[in-house]
Each structure stands twice: as C-alpha cells, then as structure tokens.
C-alpha cells in the first residue's frame, strides 16, 4: 500500500501533465498556470485540508461533468 506521500506525488504528477495539456490548448477558462493549481492542491494536501483520494474524487466528478456537457 502506497504512503500518503507517494500517493500524493503520483496524483500531482498525473494533475500536472493533464494540466499542461490543457493550458497548451490556451482555453481562455482556464486562466490559472498549471503551476499555480497544483502548488494550491499540493498546499491543501499539506495543510491536511484535503486528501488525495479526495482530490482524486473531485477530479473523477470535474471529468464525467466535463464529458456530460460535451455530449449534450
């Protein structure tokens, strides 16, 4: 079983490349860096405000919302 910290540094990894795909794609939505973003989620997991199996959930939420809209 994985640590909160490897767990952590392998969900930032993943958050950072899907971030850079998005910030190339220069979506005026989103307007934040990709660094910024994942120095805030990294801050939060941190702070212990939120966990990486939150994260994880929060981001699984954003991608089906995501793929709802774009089919309808």
Do not use: C
């Amino acid at each position: 079983m994985e640590n909160k910290k490897e767990k952590t540094e392998k969900l930032l990894m993943e958050l950072r490349e899907e971030l850079y795909m998005l910030e190339h794609q220069n979506k005026e939505r989103y307007k934040w860096s990709a660094s910024t973003l994942l120095g805030v989620i990294a801050l939060l997991i941190d702070k212990g405000v939120v966990t990486p199996e939150e994260v994880e959930m929060y981001k699984t939420k954003a991608e089906m919302q995501t793929f709802h809209t774009q089919k309808d």
